[in-house]
């Protein structure tokens, strides 16, 4: 009698348990999302009543003249980023297909594996060796400096999720075009890329939006400029930094301002987002 | 998902037999075959490069200083005395804190997420870890400036002190700026990258573990802590140093939260400083070569460990997914 109430007592303590951990595991995953909706609501209430007009049509104003915006910063991102594109895109796109396409299991493998390490590495670093590049021998921050750092970040990111859709195009789609005659890297080009195009402009649309927010690698290159930038090999702004040095002014009505341009900056980032969420949908398995 | 028409084939069709025994010129597959590797090859490039410019950028500094730069603690431009140490103690107690409170709330979410949640709710709480990690870093820095920061200094942080103030971890005047809120902003910007392998890795785990725990009667949660975890340790163990390597590179919003201030103190209410923070802070104001070197240098050491960090997390993640063949149905 007493075994069998004990085994009744052990088998409550152990729903207890299952109970206790899903409801300790529920909690946890609200905490790690909780930061996300503090931001977002942080964000409308300090930045929505500085986006106005002015703040996408007017450069930024000395201190202490309200008013004012950041429509140099925005366009000098936009610039950066079509920059970064032209290094990235390529060299990304490219050595995805090498990867997926040529190449021996075992060496494609250690490519690989450089490619995650090197997504590993600070950002910073990347703004530092660009410095040493591009900065230090032409003598003076530049567009050019800018868009060349984030364009090498862009490289693995794009490199990685290139391979990874162009193996999803199914192996019949080659056998068919190369028992046509088609030339093998025409097949590439023109069925297994085509076909899996969706998927790679999503990767590029990914690390666009992971760029366009990167503020160190900026710090030492574009430099960022309270004026138009009208000459590439000038100092160019950025928005990321831009809020970030009104965001360690001592003054109010920039930090206003970098409230406003946080909002923005996010905004165009969770654009690209859903953008891609649309691509990639019926897709069971995201690209990253 | 539809072919194109290869352009190829049709032309081929009105060639007489005698054009078509000519084999095809095989100099287009060449050239692109090695186009491809050239550009697949930049990644190995550019990590040489990277550490061959940082290499470069500061052999005066490591002739200068030698191993004396990683052990001592004064930074002092003026009189050009360059040392790394609080800079080195800093990233490392930072990240230590981040990975205290990132690795469990990481790991217990993907093991919600994977094993005990109920279906429909998965995907929405995916979705949202994922905006979560597109956050960009100035921009939490921001929140953190100006939310985070007051928020610390009025409610948690005097708690802390009440209980905990008779050691020396939160002893003394609470700042705001500090290495605790440094911590805490990297423990925000780690726990999506977490999060998300660590639900990779529990996915990968085979199903037929967890039948077979279910088929001696454990319970959901006792399938999950005998067969799941324990299968998954080491993949696990992965995701923490792949968080632990982002902890260690995180720039723009420890820098705006942490004080900057290079010195070694046991309260975590007292400011810090990072290897990537003074770069950050520092380099556009670097008057003299000396200086400029010693910044080089401070980037040659936080690549080299993050370098050597990520090796490690890769290698521990790419033995996992290699053993694993089956794939868990989510």
């Keep these: ?288 | 998902m539809e072919i194109a028409t290869p352009p190829a084939a049709a032309s081929l069709a009105p060639r007489s037999a005698a054009q078509a025994m000519v084999p095809p010129s095989r100099f287009g597959d060449k050239a692109f075959e090695w186009l491809t590797l050239a550009m697949a090859m930049a990644v190995v490039l550019l990590v040489i490069l990277i550490g061959w410019q940082l290499w470069r950028g500061s052999s005066l500094a490591v002739q200068k200083f030698g191993f004396h730069f990683l052990t001592t603690s004064t930074w002092d431009p003026v009189t050009e005395q360059f040392g790394a140490l609080p800079f080195i103690y800093g990233t490392l107690v930072s990240s230590f804190i981040a990975l205290l409170i990132a690795v469990p709330l990481s790991v217990a979410t993907a093991v919600y997420l994977t094993e005990l949640a109920p279906l429909w709710i998965r995907q929405p709480i995916v979705s949202l870890i994922e905006m979560l990690a597109a956050i960009p870093s100035v921009i939490l820095g921001l929140w953190g400036i100006f939310v985070m920061i007051p928020w610390l200094r009025d409610y948690p942080f005097p708690l802390l002190k009440r209980f905990f103030g008779w050691t020396p971890f939160f002893s003394g005047p609470i700042y705001g700026t500090s290495m605790l809120a440094g911590g805490i902003i990297i423990a925000i910007m780690i726990l999506p990258i977490i999060t998300s392998v660590s639900r990779e890795i529990l996915r990968s785990v085979p199903n037929l573990q967890r039948e077979a725990a279910y088929a001696l009667g454990a319970t959901r949660w006792e399938v999950t802590r005998i067969a799941v975890l324990s299968y998954a340790r080491k993949g696990l163990f992965g995701a923490v140093i792949l968080g632990l390597g982002r902890a260690l590179g995180e720039t723009m919003a420890v820098t705006m939260v942490i004080g900057n201030t290079p010195q070694i103190a046991a309260s975590l209410f007292k400011p810090g400083y990072t290897l990537a923070s003074v770069i950050a802070n520092e380099f556009t104001e670097a008057t003299t070569d000396i200086y400029l070197q010693a910044l080089f240098e401070i980037g040659l050491v936080l690549f080299g460990v993050t370098i050597l960090v990520n090796l490690i997390a890769q290698l521990l993640l790419k033995t996992l997914t290699t053993t694993s063949t089956t794939r868990a149905v989510q």
Excluded at chain 1, 171 to 176: D, F, L, M, V
């Design chain 1, 1 to 288: 009698m007493t075994m069998h109430s004990s085994r009744a007592d052990n088998h409550t303590w152990r729903k207890i348990m299952n109970a206790l951990a899903s409801a300790t595991t529920f909690v946890s995953a609200l905490l790690v999302i909780a930061p996300l909706g503090l931001i977002f609501f942080h964000l409308l209430a300090n930045g929505a009543s500085s986006v106005n007009w002015a703040f996408f049509t007017h450069l930024p104003k000395p201190v202490g003249e309200a008013g004012g915006g950041m429509v140099n910063a925005i366009v000098g991102s936009l610039e950066l980023l079509a920059f970064a594109s032209a290094i990235g895109i390529p060299i990304g796109v490219l050595g995805g297909v090498y990867l997926a396409e040529y190449g021996t299991a075992r060496a494609n493998a250690l490519l690989r594996f450089v490619a995650d390490v090197l997504n590993g590495v600070p950002s910073i670093t990347f703004g530092v060796v660009v410095y040493g590049l591009v900065v230090l021998r032409f003598k003076g921050f530049s567009a050019y400096a800018g868009g060349l750092a984030l364009g090498l970040i862009m490289v693995p990111l794009i490199l990685r999720t290139t391979e990874e859709v162009i193996l999803l195009v199914p192996n019949g789609y080659r056998e068919a075009a190369l028992a046509l005659g088609v030339a093998r890297w025409k097949t590439i080009v023109y069925i297994v890329m085509k076909t899996a195009s969706k998927g790679i402009i999503t990767g590029i649309l990914l690390a666009l939006a992971r760029v366009g927010g990167e503020t160190a690698p900026l710090l030492f290159t574009a430099f960022g400029n309270r004026f138009w930038n009208h000459n590439l090999s000038e100092p160019i702004a950025a928005l990321p930094l831009q809020i970030f040095t009104y965001a360690i002014s001592p003054y109010d009505d920039w930090h206003r301002q970098a409230w406003a341009g946080a909002l923005v900056l996010v905004t165009g980032i969770f654009c690209v987002n859903v953008l891609v969420r649309i691509l990639t949908r019926g897709r069971t398995t995201s690209a990253v």
